[in-house]
C-alpha cells in the first residue's frame, strides 16, 4: 500500500518548471509514454517497466477504469472520450500553480502554454529555445557576416514579444543534444560567431526538409547563445541527462559543464540543470558548490515509476533544499503532468516522512522545505509574480 502524503504536500500547488505541449488530438499512450521509439518502442515494451506500471496504477481512474487496467482497454477509453476530455481531466488533477513551458520542440498540434496552464488553472510563461532563435534567423536568410548582432537583436526581440503570448520566464539550451556538454567557458569573439556560423550555414544536410537550415551542432555557436541569454540575464536551463536516442547520454553529465558554470558564475544568471538522470548525484553536487545552479529530476519522476522516492532522496543528498524544484516534462500526454505531479508528491512526503520519523526535521521546517521545493525555488530563480 502507498503510504497516505503528508497533508500539506497534498496541498501544496506545484510550480512546473520544465514542460512541453500536449497533443491538441489522438495520443498513443505507449509512444510517448518514455524516450523510445522506433524499433525499442512498441509492441507493449514501453507498458512493461515501472513508468508503464505506475501509468496504468495511476492514470485508469481518471478515465473512469479500475486500476490496472490493460493497456488495450485503456487505449480505447482513452480514443473514445477525445483528447480535449483526456486533457480537461487530467491536467485539472494536477494541482498546478504555475508552468513555464519550453516551446521550442512544437512540431504542430500542441495546446500552447496559455491553453494548457487553462486547462491547469495555473499560471503560464514561456521558456524560450536558444537554438530556435538562430534557426529562424538562419531560415530569413541572415548570412554570418552579422550574424552574432542579428542573434542578440532577435533573442532580445523574442523575450520582449513573447510568440505565444505569455511572459518569457527564462531560455533553453539544447546542447546536450547537438555536441554534448563539454563546452568551453570562455565567452566566443563574435569573428569566431561569425566564422562558426558560416561553417553551419554552408553545411549541405538539412535537419528538416526543404527550406530548413542545416542541423545545428556547433560547440562555439551553442556556447554563444547561452551567453547571449546571461546578458539579458534570463535563468538557463540545460537539457542534462536522459533524453532520446538522438543524444550521446555519456556526454551528458552535467560535470562536463564545469568550466561553464564557473565562467557563468559572475553573470549571475540562474543556471537550472533539467532531469539530470542518471546523473543526479552529480547535479546534486554542483547545486551545492556553485551559488547560481540549481537542479531537478524532471521526467525520471514518472519514468522510474514507484522509485520515485528512492531517486528524489539519491537527488536530495548533496542538493541544497533551496537549491531543487519540481518539473514534470511533460510532452504530448495530459497523464504525463498528472504522473509527474503525483509521482512527486509521493516523493516528496516519503522524503519528508523518513526526515520526521529520524527526528532531524521539525514538522514546520518539513512544511517549509515543501513550499520551498514546491514552488519558492523557482519563483524566486525565475522571479515569477505572485
Ligand atoms: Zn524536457
Not at 6 to 21: I, K, M, N, R, S
Not at 28 to 46: F, M, S
Not at 96 to 118: F, H, I, K, W
Not at 282 to 303: C, I, K, W
Request: charged letters at 20%.
Amino acid at each position: 500500500m502507498v503510504p497516505p502524503l503528508l497533508p500539506f504536500v497534498a496541498a501544496q500547488p506545484l510550480t512546473d518548471h520544465h514542460c512541453h505541449g500536449v497533443l491538441r488530438s489522438g495520443g498513443d499512450v505507449e509512444a510517448l509514454l518514455n524516450e523510445a521509439d522506433g524499433a525499442a518502442a512498441g509492441g507493449g515494451l514501453a507498458f512493461d517497466s515501472l513508468a508503464g506500471l505506475a501509468f496504468r496504477r495511476w492514470c485508469p481512474a481518471l478515465l473512469d477504469l479500475p486500476a490496472h487496467a490493460t493497456a488495450e482497454d485503456y487505449q480505447a477509453r482513452r480514443d473514445a472520450l477525445g483528447a480535449a476530455e483526456v486533457a480537461r481531466r487530467f491536467l485539472g488533477e494536477c494541482g498546478l500553480g504555475a508552468l513555464c513551458m519550453d516551446t521550442g520542440y512544437a512540431p504542430g498540434g500542441l495546446l500552447s502554454p496559455a491553453e494548457t496552464a487553462g486547462l491547469a488553472g495555473a499560471a503560464a510563461f514561456e521558456i524560450v529555445r536558444l537554438e530556435q532563435v538562430a534557426e529562424t534567423l538562419a531560415a530569413a536568410g541572415t548570412g554570418p557576416a552579422g550574424f552574432a548582432d542579428a542573434y542578440r537583436a532577435a533573442l532580445a526581440e523574442r523575450v520582449a514579444s513573447p510568440a505565444p503570448g505569455v511572459p518569457v520566464a527564462g531560455v533553453k539550451s539544447i546542447a546536450a543534444y547537438r555536441v554534448g556538454l563539454a563546452l568551453d567557458g570562455r565567452r566566443p569573439a563574435d569573428a569566431e560567431v561569425a566564422a562558426a556560423a558560416a561553417h553551419w550555414l554552408a553545411a549541405g544536410e538539412t535537419g528538416g526538409g526543404a527550406g530548413a537550415p542545416p542541423r545545428l551542432a556547433d560547440e562555439t555557436l551553442h556556447r554563444f547563445f547561452i551567453w547571449c541569454g546571461a546578458d539579458l540575464g534570463l535563468p538557463i536551463q540545460f537539457h542534462v541527462g536522459y533524453g532520446d536516442r538522438d543524444i550521446d547520454l555519456h556526454k551528458c553529465n552535467p560535470l562536463l559543464l564545469t568550466d561553464l558554470l564557473r565562467a557563468l558564475d559572475p553573470a549571475g544568471v540562474p543556471v537550472m540543470l533539467l532531469h539530470n538522470y542518471p546523473y543526479h548525484r552529480e547535479a546534486g553536487y554542483l547545486a551545492q558548490v556553485f551559488p547560481h545552479v540549481y537542479a531537478d529530476l524532471g521526467l525520471a519522476t514518472h519514468n522510474v515509476g514507484s522509485r520515485a522516492p528512492a531517486v528524489l532522496a539519491e537527488a536530495l543528498e548533496m542538493a541544497p533544499l533551496r537549491k531543487f524544484l519540481f518539473s514534470s516534462d511533460a510532452y504530448g500526454l495530459p497523464e504525463l503532468y498528472y504522473l509527474g505531479t503525483l509521482l512527486f508528491r509521493q516523493a516528496l512526503s516519503r522524503f519528508l516522512q523518513a526526515r520526521l520519523v529520524v527526528d532531524d526535521m521539525s514538522y514546520a521546517d518539513a512544511e517549509r522545505v515543501t513550499r520551498l521545493i514546491a514552488t519558492d525555488n523557482a519563483r524566486r530563480a525565475y522571479r515569477l509574480p505572485g
